[in-house]
């Protein structure tokens, strides 16, 4: 009945003085439906509740951020190469933290704002600022952070699908670290080559150097990520 839902609504934008009237009025609705009256009262009560909770717990400048959280996609569903809309939450010097409207973050290195060489993340993003970025990898089991690592750059080379377990490649050095060579066989993501996989007393730094050629054979293939061992 229109008065029972009309009490209804005056009781989920209630505050202390007007539950009072609200269930001065409950006393004018038929008996037949006052259980139904008191258990949408109840759930629109614990709403209220939850909203408080909410409120008082989370930060104010994190509230859109965990509000959309709630409703958005997992990060684990999204697809390399995905674009996405973001918006600036934090700028340092290394990068910057993104609201992807997902249940983790994104994080956008300095160097994947730009083609241009910049010092400083903020000369070219600010708080607040919206921006339009691809979806590099997803890190979910990080001892860090779990986040998404983005780019504003846009990925060229053939998607993750178009290799093959076994595939050997010849490719380019892209990068290199201290426990990894990355090899650029023309792909969205470079091979990642692990270093017990080239030799556990070598020094990748010293032994592969940015451009050189070398041929790998991939050795297993997810959606974010080409591991590859050293093709004889």
């Not at 008082?56 to 958005?72: D, E, I, N, T």
């Amino acid at each position: 009945p229109f008065r029972l839902k009309s009490l209804v609504h005056s009781a989920t934008i209630t505050t202390a003085p007007s539950l009072v009237l609200t269930m001065v009025r409950y006393r004018a609705v038929p008996k037949p439906q006052r259980i139904s009256f008191l258990l949408l009262l109840l759930l629109a009560a614990m709403f209220n509740g939850l909203c408080m909770l909410e409120n008082f717990l989370v930060p104010k400048g994190m509230q859109r951020s965990v509000s959309v959280a709630r409703w958005a996609a997992n990060a684990a569903d999204l697809d390399l190469n995905q674009e996405l809309t973001g918006k600036v939450l934090k700028v340092g010097k290394f990068g910057a933290t993104i609201d992807l409207g997902l249940d983790l973050p994104g994080f956008l290195k300095t160097m994947d704002i730009c083609e241009d060489e910049i010092v400083h993340a903020k000369d070219k993003l600010s708080v607040g600022q919206e921006v339009q970025v691809f979806v590099k990898r997803v890190k979910l089991a990080s001892k860090i952070k779990n986040e998404v690592m983005v780019t504003m750059l846009k990925m060229t080379g053939k998607p993750v699908s178009d290799f093959s377990v076994g595939d050997v490649i010849e490719g380019k050095v892209d990068n290199t670290s201290n426990s990894a060579v990355f090899v650029d066989i023309g792909a969205y993501l470079p091979v990642y080559l692990p270093k017990n996989e080239v030799g556990e007393k070598t020094d990748l730094k010293a032994r592969y150097q940015r451009g050189q050629y070398i041929k790998v054979k991939i050795s297993s293939i997810d959606k974010m990520e080409i591991y590859g061992t050293l093709a004889k």
